[in-house]
């Protein structure tokens, strides 16, 4: 399978086919899985010092945190799915 990598901003980058789920910041939920990722060594943060808008889960348990929104990421990654099925080649 081909790797296509998605830009969650900065210059960073993830692999698409590792993206379980990209979701908002503010439920309380959620920034507890923010502090059980950093305590297991497993947080990623791609902010570049920026306003954490998007969080994004791997298939690795990894949680990455993107500055981008998360409509940006998710039509980022649809996107590239979209010419996937379509056939078509991606240049970015």
Known sequence: MKHILINIGFGNFVSSDRVVAIINTGSSPIKKLREVAKEKGKLV??????KTRSIIITDSD????????????????AGINYNLAA?????E
């Open 45 to 50: 943060d791609a902010t570049e010092g920026r």
């Open 62 to 77: 990894h949680i990455i945190l993107s500055s981008l929104q998360v409509e940006t990421v998710a039509q980022r990654v």
């Open 87 to 91: 056939g078509t080649k991606d240049d």
